[in-house]
């Protein structure tokens, strides 16, 4: 195999597995697809300012905000990415892909879902340990249901 085919199964392996990691709660497993210093992009979500942080406070259990707080409140999750493209270039790589990612929370406050569609920017470097996502930025196509199973979530796990 070509060192650009294998670039590109190992850049898509990381992607998918930041979904799979994520909705099995995998925090170790996710962990290690991350740079030390994570950029993330959720403002075509909920506004504000993109967030620069350690791959540890993206991954607290108690920073407002953080990745683990929120979907441990959750009773499930499952994030399907899919049509991933890759490009390479040296030891930098893109991958952009469509994502929907499906939220439940049983709450008092109307329906369990809350199902967000949309694409994710990923922005990937090689490391001794293989690609790392550095920078992940959110786009929204559409969002349907009870957005307070998030809010409720975050609350819930705190």
């Known amino acids: 195999m070509s060192q650009d085919l294998a670039d590109r199964a190992a850049v898509t392996d990381t992607v998918t597995r930041m979904g799979w990691c994520l909705d099995r709660r995998d925090w170790d497993g996710l962990k290690t697809l991350f740079t030390e210093q994570v950029y993330t992009d959720y403002t075509a979500l909920w506004g504000g300012e993109p967030q620069e942080a350690t791959v540890d406070e993206l991954l607290a259990t108690d920073t407002q905000g953080s990745w683990r707080r929120t979907m441990d409140g959750l009773e499930a999750t499952q994030h399907l990415i899919t049509n991933i493209l890759v490009e390479i270039n040296d030891d930098t790589a893109r ?3 469509n994502v929907v990612g499906v939220h439940r929370l049983v709450n008092p406050h109307g329906s369990p879902l809350w199902t967000v569609g949309g694409t994710y920017d990923f922005r990937l470097v090689r490391t001794g340990d293989g690609w790392r996502i550095r920078a ?4 929204i196509t559409w969002v349907e249901g009870n957005q307070q199973v ?7 796990a705190a």
């Open 95 to 97: 991958a952009t892909a």
């Open 150 to 156: 998030l809010f409720r979530a975050a609350t819930r």
């Open 136 to 139: 992940i930025t959110q786009g």
